[in-house]
Structure formats: C-alpha cells, structure tokens
C-alpha cells in the first residue's frame, strides 16, 4: 500500500478499522467530504436497496469485537509490533 499512496495519493483514503468503530458516522462524514458528496441529506440518488439475503448482514451494527484482537499473536508474529498505527 505504501507504494500506491505514493504513487497515487489524492486517489486513496485510508480508514483505520478501530476509528470506524468507534465513530462511523463521523468517519462516513469524512469520506462524504473527501469524496465531496455534501451533507447525508443532500444525497443526489439514494442508496440502493438491499434486496438479496445479506439485508440481515447489512443492517447489523458496526463489529467492534475484533478492535485489538490482533495483540493475542503479537508473541508469535512480533513484526505486527512495529507496524505504523496509521
């Protein structure tokens, strides 16, 4: 990824997983903004509607279990360590 973003920095977005969770909607507002589609209410074409059987899945709320999950194998993959917290 390090090598497209710097290629190709004012076409990628990155979201962190753990900032989705605990704030999606400000960082759909974010994304809106850096995609420059206004305000939620000023949507030129709504959302398609879900019409197969992952409506479920779709109207569930944001996972959030998984936030710090990936510390349990730090021991065993110690390179995870020195990841940047991007």
Known sequence: MTRWQALHAASIRSVRYEDFTTDPDGV???????LDLGRDDEAATPAPAISTSSL????????????????AYAPYIPELLGLPDA
Not at 28 to 34: E, F, T, V
Not at 59 to 71: E, H, L, M, P
């Open 28 to 34: 759909i507002a974010g994304l809106r903004d850096w």
């Open 56 to 71: 479920w899945q779709a109207r569930q709320a944001v996972y959030t279990r998984s936030v710090g999950r990936w510390s």
